[in-house]
Every structure is written in structure tokens, then in C-alpha cells.
T-cell receptor
Framework: DGGITQSPKYLFRKEGQNVTLSCEQN?????MYWYRQDPGQGLRLIYY???????QKGDIAEGYSVSREKKESFPLTVTSAQKNPTAFYLC????????????FGPGTRLTVL | GENVEQHPSTLSVQEGDSAVIKCTYS??????FPWYKQELGKRPQLIID?????GEKKDQRIAVTLNKTAKHFSLHITETQPEDSAVYFC????????????FGQGTTLQVKP
């Protein structure tokens, strides 16, 4: 999982602003995922991409958007439509969507001021 | 929808004792079950996983057992040490070939010295 990076580590946003979280991997993995984690909670899937130029909504996609223009990059935009965006955001990747092993990046902690 | 239930939510043991965490899944076609360890503020780390063609897998002090008939799997940690203290998540891979993992709610394990 050392091959997955996320930036920034901490992010502060004012209400009404869009922000973009970066996720990059150099593992040559086809599949990438975005999760949201709230305090004391499990991981909830926001969006996932099985292959470049394709992505699907997860369980809590409202207020978020993604793109997958390059295999190694899967940025997540938190829009102003997301009413409660303060959370820990984790990106993950796997060699392909069939095997299952997902490896996580270090996470971005987003706080809305 | 498909879900994974994890118990207990908190577990406190004395150093040297064993710890057991149990998960039940709903998708009978799931065939991959990973366990992640997450220390405070850090990324989840894959510690062990099992596929449906085996009933048990062991790696040093950690073992996972799978009962496909009952649709449950368990994590066993023997000779616990203070550094085992963390939140542990189980997950099940959905059978839809999307690569989606469904996570349990997590178990906070405290190992008292």
C-alpha cells in the first residue's frame, strides 16, 4: 500500500466550496475506490472505478463526483451539495475488481469550517 | 441490500489472552473475506484474508476461519500483545464482479498490559 498516495493529509473547507481530494497509485492497478469513514463507523463506498475512463456510484455518491482519465489517478470532488462532508476519506486500489484485495492510501481528513 | 454484521463492537482482553471477532454476511455467493487492522488516524491494513475454497488460514498469531454454510467467518488472535490494540474490520466481496467490498462496522480491540 506504499504505492498509493493521497493529498492533502488535512483539508479545511468553507461551506459552499467544492474541494478535490487527490489519489494516485503506481501499482498498475485497474480498480480504484473511494470510501468515507465517520468517527466510530465502518467504511462506506462513495464511488469506484473498475477501469480507466469508467466509474460507478457506490452507496453514498450524492454530493460527490469523480473522474478516471488516467489509470493511476482517481480524484474525488466533494461538492457544496454534500451537506455533511466532514469525515476521513480513504482511497483504495486493487489489481482488478475480481480478486478483491484492496490496499488503502493514508487518507485525507476533511473538515468543514 | 447486502450487508456484513460484526461482533462484538468492543473487546478488552489481558495481554497474552486470545481474542475472537465474528462476522456474518448475507451474500451467499461471496467468495473472498479480508480482515483489516486500523490504528488511530491511520489507513486500514490488510492483515489476513480467506477465499471460499478453504475453511481456515493461519499466519503466525492470526487465523481466520470460514463457515460457508452458516455464512460466517471469524478472526482469531492468540497471545495478544498491546500493539494488537486497534480497530479491526471484516469485509466480504460481493459476487457481482464489481470488486465491491462490504465492510462490517468494526471491533475496537484493547489489549491491557
Amino acid at each position: 500500500d506504499g504505492g498509493i498516495t493521497q493529498s492533502p493529509k488535512y483539508l479545511f473547507r468553507k461551506e459552499g466550496q467544492n474541494v478535490t481530494l487527490s489519489c494516485e497509485q503506481n501499482l498498475n492497478h485497474d480498480a480504484m475506490y473511494w470510501y468515507r469513514q465517520d468517527p466510530g463507523q465502518g467504511l462506506r463506498l462513495i464511488y469506484y472505478s473498475q477501469i480507466v475512463n469508467d466509474f460507478q456510484k457506490g452507496d453514498i455518491a450524492e454530493g460527490y463526483s469523480v473522474s478516471r482519465e488516467k489509470k493511476e489517478s482517481f480524484p474525488l470532488t466533494v461538492t457544496s451539495a454534500q451537506k455533511n462532508p466532514t469525515a476521513f476519506y480513504l482511497c483504495a486500489s486493487s489489481i482488478d475488481s475480481g480478486r478483491g484485495e484492496q490496499f488503502f492510501g493514508p487518507g485525507t481528513r476533511l473538515t468543514v469550517l | 441490500g447486502e450487508n456484513v454484521e460484526q461482533h462484538p463492537s468492543t473487546l478488552s482482553v489481558q495481554e497474552g489472552d486470545s481474542a475472537v471477532i465474528k462476522c456474518t454476511y448475507s451474500d451467499s455467493a461471496s467468495n473472498y473475506f479480508p480482515w483489516y487492522k486500523q490504528e488511530l488516524g491511520k489507513r486500514p491494513q490488510l492483515i489476513i484474508d480467506i477465499r471460499s475454497n478453504v475453511g481456515e488460514k493461519k499466519d503466525q498469531r492470526i487465523a481466520v476461519t470460514l463457515n460457508k454454510t452458516a455464512k460466517h467467518f471469524s478472526l482469531h488472535i492468540t497471545e495478544t500483545q498491546p500493539e494488537d490494540s486497534a480497530v479491526y474490520f471484516c469485509a466480504a466481496l460481493l459476487s457481482s464482479n464489481t470488486g465491491k467490498l462490504i465492510f462490517g462496522q468494526g471491533t475496537t480491540l484493547q489489549v491491557k498490559p
